[in-house]
């Protein structure tokens, strides 16, 4: 099952020029759990679908809405010569794709 299948909402967004957060929605508790508890869904293997260092990726989950938070670094600062996506809004398509 890919990430886009469980979540309710996959979205990005700016945070700031130098990072990009990724909202990640879910209709259930059973549906937050398995995508937090998959062995593909860490800091390590985010980094590497983004070309990050794990260190620069950040989980953030919170149980109450349903919600998990995912900041990574811009490839680029936003507004930038070589920003592709000022609005970060591009970025969440190959976490999406992550098979849970």
């Not at 957060?21 to 390590?44: C, G």
């Not at 938070?69 to 809004?89: E, H, N």
């Amino acid at each position: 099952m890919k990430l886009y299948d469980s979540a309710l909402v996959c979205r990005s967004k700016n945070a700031g020029p130098f990072q990009v957060t990724i909202d990640l929605m879910f209709n259930t508790v059973e549906e937050f759990d398995r995508v937090l508890a998959s062995p593909n869904f860490t800091v390590e293997k985010i980094a590497a679908m983004y070309g990050a260092a794990p260190e620069k990726i950040a989980i953030k989950p919170f149980k109450r809405i349903l919600t998990i938070k995912v900041v990574l670094p811009r490839i680029s600062p936003s507004g930038s010569a070589s920003d592709t996506d000022v609005y970060g809004s591009q970025q969440h398509f190959p976490l999406g794709n992550l098979d849970i």
